[in-house]
């Protein structure tokens, strides 16, 4: 079993800056590509951004491509995004995710392939 835990959420300023970091225990994550979703109230999950085993491929949503990077430690068995020039509707809770099929690509954007979640952290970006 995985376990992921989320961290560096809380309210920020438009234009602003924060680092959400997830830390896995349990087992290595090491060979398994990870993800980061989010969801806003209402709304539908959405895919931010993911990141292949070794870190030399990642995949981003369209609305935060330029302004968020993905990366990871494998040293540290964890993931990090680090997100810039925050808008409001950047607000939403984000899940830290990890597919279990060692040396995946990485590229789904629908979840469905992530099997261990986080319980999320809170990003709420003021206008």
């Known amino acids: 079993q995985v376990q992921l835990v989320e961290s560096g959420g809380g309210l920020v300023q438009a234009g602003g800056s924060l680092r959400l970091s997830c830390a896995a225990s349990g087992r290595t994550v090491s060979s398994y590509p990870m993800g980061w979703f989010r969801q806003a109230p209402g709304k539908d999950r959405e895919f931010v951004a993911a990141?292949?085993?070794?870190?030399?491929?990642?995949y981003y949503g369209d609305s935060v491509k330029g302004r968020f990077t993905i990366s990871r430690d494998n040293a540290k068995n964890t993931v990090y995004l680090q997100m810039n020039s925050l808008k409001p509707e950047d607000t939403a809770v984000y899940y830290c995710?990890?597919?279990?099929?060692?040396?995946?690509?990485?590229?789904?954007?629908?979840?469905?392939?992530?099997?261990?979640w986080g319980q999320g952290t809170q990003v709420t970006v003021a206008s």
């Open positions: 990141i292949n085993w070794s870190g030399g491929r990642t």
């Open positions: 995710a990890a597919d279990s099929r060692p040396y995946a690509s990485g590229r789904d954007y629908t979840g469905n392939e992530y099997d261990y």
